[in-house]
């Protein structure tokens, strides 16, 4: 087959990342277990907060933001408060962090397998 189609892909139940203070989720929707280019695309849905998410890539990865707003930050200091339609790429090894001053989704592309950072 040539074409999958997720329907309202970013309505899909989320999995919770379990940080105390922090509300946000994170769903896989398609994945490519190529041995040399694994591939993980999905949402992820973070809500209002005063607690920062601190995340450190382990893997390449690119965020589009969907809905709602943030302000993302990276390990330099570089922070831009995100809005629906800005795309941010993240490299391997980048500590970033994320502050959502309302509830904000993003769709994300990343090398990497579920389960990996």
Known sequence: MSMTHFSQAIKTPQAGIS???IHTWLQGVSQLDDTDKARLDGCSRMEKSDEPL????????MKIIVEG???ISDETG???E??????????????????PPSD??????????????
């Open 19 to 21: 940080r105390p203070g």
């Open 54 to 61: 601190v995340c450190e890539y382990t893997d390449h990865e």
């Open 69 to 71: 707003g943030m302000v």
């Open 78 to 80: 570089y922070r831009v």
């Open 82 to 99: 995100a809005k629906v339609g800005d795309v941010f790429y993240f490299e391997k090894g980048s500590i970033i962090t994320f502050n």
């Open 104 to 117: 904000g989704t993003g769709c994300f592309f990343g090398q990497r397998r579920e389960g990996g950072g």
